[in-house]
């Protein structure tokens, strides 16, 4: 359900008991349809900006003073700019650690009054946690002038998430939400960070999440030890091959000649990615053809690979893949992100999703003795100033805020990374 402006502005007002109009970003979570754990490794994903998403409302104050209120929360958390800390598990750090990394790149700005709301499912997946670090880095952008452009947002949002909230995540998800397209998936290259908009026609199919609603605690812990492994392997391979910078270079044969003799733990790791980027290649071919049938199948792959080589599925995930398998008009499913929880993601034949969903919310009820919730996911535009307002010449107010930055962009290119 979208926030209206108005909404937001009086949330904002109430909030801080204040007159003051603010500035209104949305930023979107996101899905990804084939490609994971594949972006840490120099590899590609195919994701997109979903209909549910962040919104923050900002107001600039003339103090070092940051004011934050999360209305999920009713919670309210102030701090200084001089002595922004992290707090274990705390909403707060998605939007202090961008203030953060702003003062690490010497950039000068004051303090700021945050409104912060949105509707995706927190732990679910759908990266609410960069929707955060977005929709607070495209505001203070524009509420400071500072003229970042979206790539060196990309770059900046990622390093709050691995130095504030502490997983070493790769640029999937922030790349996502900054970038995405109604109606597209993005061809992302993680490497070049080169990509492509790929019309996504599911033809009569929807996409339909079911969210396990369980987020088990090992989660951010098991990540940062899944990239660790996957750097293991590339450094053994790199011993023979020294050209070999990322496991997006290596091949199979390597992995079994030269990483399976040294650990079969970190072999079906390495394995598992090097097939993943295949499967990659292959499902963009399918989407181009059309061949939705022949996506769902890598989909069923992927997860077949993330629960038996890579292991970072669960219980929970496993039960909703094997139940949609077994319906119909389903032609793909798999669980989707990190891991160890959130959702899974299904290819749904959309006549079929209301009689589906019945069935398979009772027999998760049965089998996990918890609720599923599901979203049906539209595909829509990335990160923007809210709402997005088209003039007379048919150009957005983000674009005409671009079009402005673009001019002021020199200064600045101690930020590319
Ligand atoms: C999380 C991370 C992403 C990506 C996925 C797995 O969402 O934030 O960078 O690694 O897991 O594909």
Redesign the pocket.
Known sequence: MPFCEDELIAGFQAAFHTADVPIIVRSPGRV?IIG?????NDGF?LPAAIDRAAYVAVHKRDDRIVSLYAAAFDEYHEVSLSELVKQEDHWSNYVLGIADQLMKSGIDFSGFTLYLTGDIPIGA?L?SS?AVECATLFALDALFDLGLTRAEMVHLAQRAEHEFAG?K?????MFASLFGKKGHVLNLDCRSLLYDYVPLDLAGYKILLLNTNVRHKLSSSE?NTRREQCEQGVMWVREQHPEVRALRDVTLEMLERIVLPKDEIIHRRCTYVVEENKRLTDACRDLKNGDLKALGQKMYQTHEGLRTLYEVSCRELDFLVDHMRQEASVIGARMM??GFGGCTINLVREHDVQSILPKVEDAYRAATGLELTSYLASIEDGTGLYPATTDTDGITALRQHEIRKTAATSHRQHLHT
């Open positions: 990804n994971e754990h594949t972006d840490y994903v997946g990266s960069a997983v995540c790769g640029v999937m998800d990540y992100g990190g």
